[in-house]
């Protein structure tokens, strides 16, 4: 699909993730329309990456080879809509939670459906993508999705499209949950007296580290915390903490419920 149309249904943050990391491969500027109903949001595209971004669904969808949709999931059924007079012919890629392959297929016309749920540091090509395919979704097919998404991060292949609401739950939502402990380590430093920018550099810095280091290692992560933890010292005492505090159970139960809400979603 080097040359091919790919049009978005949706310019948003995860658009603009893969649009940029496909501009900056190469593929030319006419090789995509983007439908934003947002104007300034239009703009912003046309601006950074020269592409041509309609207010609603037009003719010109009907050469898109590849339709990504990118829209807020609440926001599908009425994208669908307009756009499904244009778009039967061509392989329907999902970005959206929750909103099933099915929904897909009988809104859009085509069978031929790759679900995938990335999470945000696909903005810096740091993300991570679980996918699923409908049976109808060809070998290369998939080689072409694969092409679409590989700028954002990896990509990992699914058995069963129930497994996004985990993947959702886990990698899709898990940036906020780093964000959220970095955010409460950064304020336990600066009560300790570090600055804010300090304890933030600190914060983050430890936190990258530490997944470079595990992603780098065969070894358990058990393995690799208790290498960190001597019996009576500091970081033993933190863990002790962490347990009474039940803070393993509380992220289980985070998980847990992001899962059932992405599962909500589809059965919206």
């Given at each position: 699909?080097?040359?091919?149309t790919?049009?978005?249904?949706g310019?948003?943050n995860m658009a603009?993730?893969i649009?940029g990391?496909?501009?900056?491969?190469?593929?030319?500027a006419?090789?995509?329309?983007?439908?934003e109903?947002?104007q300034?949001q239009?703009?912003r595209l046309?601006?950074?990456?020269?592409?041509e971004?309609?207010?609603?669904p037009?003719?010109r969808?009907?050469e898109?080879?590849l339709?990504?949709w990118?829209v807020k999931?609440?926001l599908?059924?009425?994208?669908?809509?307009a756009?499904?007079?244009?778009?039967?012919?061509?392989?329907?890629?999902?970005?959206?939670?929750?909103?099933?392959?099915?929904r897909i297929?009988a809104?859009?016309g085509?069978?031929r459906?790759v679900?995938a749920?990335?999470?945000?540091?696909?903005?810096?090509?740091?993300?991570i993508?679980?996918?699923v395919?409908?049976?109808?979704?060809?070998?290369?097919?998939?080689?072409?999705?694969?092409?679409?998404?590989?700028?954002t991060?990896r990509l990992?292949?699914?058995e069963r499209?129930e497994q996004l609401d985990?993947?959702?739950a886990l990698?899709?939502?898990g940036p906020?949950y780093f964000?959220?402990i970095?955010?409460?380590?950064?304020?336990?430093?600066?009560d300790?007296g570090?600055?804010?920018a300090?304890?933030?550099?600190?914060?983050?810095?430890?936190c990258?580290?530490?997944?470079?280091?595990?992603?780098?290692?065969?070894?358990?992560?058990?393995?690799?915390?208790?290498?960190?933890t001597?019996?009576?010292?500091?970081t033993?005492?933190?863990?002790?903490?962490?347990r009474?505090d039940g803070?393993?159970?509380?992220?289980q139960r985070?998980v847990?419920?992001?899962?059932?809400?992405?599962?909500?979603?589809g059965?919206?």
């Open positions: 699909m080097k040359h091919a790919l049009a978005f249904i310019g948003g603009s993730a649009l990391g496909l501009r900056g491969a190469g593929r030319p006419d090789a995509f329309v983007v439908v109903p947002w300034e239009r703009e046309a601006a950074a990456f020269g592409i971004a309609l207010p609603v037009a003719k969808l009907r898109a080879q339709v990504v990118a999931p609440q599908f059924d009425g994208a669908a809509r756009a499904a007079p244009y778009i039967g012919h061509a392989l329907q890629l999902s970005v959206m939670a929750g909103v099933t392959c099915a297929a809104a859009s085509s069978a459906v679900r749920m990335p999470n945000t540091p696909a903005l810096i090509g740091q993300g993508a679980g996918l395919a409908t049976p109808e979704v060809s070998a290369l097919e998939r080689a072409e999705v694969e092409a679409v998404l590989a700028p991060g990992l292949w699914l499209e985990t993947v959702t990698s899709g939502s906020a964000f959220y970095c955010e409460a380590l950064v304020e336990a430093a600066s300790l570090l600055s804010a300090q304890a933030r550099e600190l914060a983050l810095a430890t990258g580290g530490a997944a470079a280091l595990a992603l780098q290692s065969p070894e358990p992560l058990a393995t690799l915390r208790e290498r960190v001597s019996k009576g010292g500091t033993h005492a933190a863990l002790e903490s962490l009474a803070v393993a159970e509380a992220l985070a847990r419920a992001a899962a059932a809400r992405a599962a909500e979603l059965r919206a």
